[in-house]
C-alpha cells in the first residue's frame, strides 16, 4: 500500500485546511486509516482515525468539534477536514493505513504500516 499525502499549507488562526491522503497499491488489503501529526521538538501523535469502509471516525480530544475524517470510496482518498485551526495545530501531518490488523490501540502508530510522506500546516498570523 502507499499512500500519497496532500494539502497542506499556511493559514491563518481560524482558518481551514482540507488534507486528501491517497492510497494505491494493495487498497483491498486496508483495514483503517487515520492521521498524525509531528511538531518540531515533539513526538508523532495521533489524531484522528475511519475504518476504511468509512465507519467509527474517533479523534484525538484536542480537535474533537474541530476537525472531520471522511473517505471517498470512489476515490480511495481518506480526507482530514480541518476547521477552526490553532497555532497549536503545527505540525507535519501524516496519513497511515493499517492492513496487518496488528491488536494495538487505534491511537498508536505501531497500529498502521504503511505511511505517506507528511505533509506541513502551519497556522500562523
Known amino acids: 500500500v502507499q499512500l500519497q499525502a496532500s494539502g497542506g499549507g499556511l493559514v491563518q488562526p481560524g482558518g481551514s485546511l482540507r488534507l486528501s491522503c491517497a492510497a494505491s497499491g494493495t487498497i483491498s488489503d486496508i483495514n483503517n486509516t487515520g492521521w498524525h501529526r509531528q511538531a518540531p521538538g515533539k513526538e508523532r501523535e495521533f489524531v484522528a482515525f475511519?475504518?476504511?469502509?468509512?465507519?467509527?471516525?474517533y479523534y484525538t480530544d484536542s480537535v474533537k468539534g474541530r476537525f472531520t475524517i471522511s473517505r471517498d470510496n470512489a476515490k480511495n482518498t481518506v480526507f482530514l477536514q480541518m476547521n477552526s485551526l490553532r497555532p497549536r495545530d503545527t505540525a507535519v501531518y501524516f496519513c497511515?493505513?493499517?492492513?496487518?490488523?496488528?491488536?494495538?490501540?487505534?491511537?498508536?502508530?505501531?497500529?498502521?504500516?504503511?505511511w505517506g510522506q507528511g505533509t506541513q500546516v502551519t497556522v500562523s498570523s
Open positions: 497511515a493505513a493499517d492492513s496487518k490488523g496488528l491488536r494495538v490501540p487505534i491511537t498508536s502508530s505501531r497500529r498502521f504500516d504503511s
Open positions: 475511519i475504518t476504511w469502509s468509512g465507519g467509527s471516525p
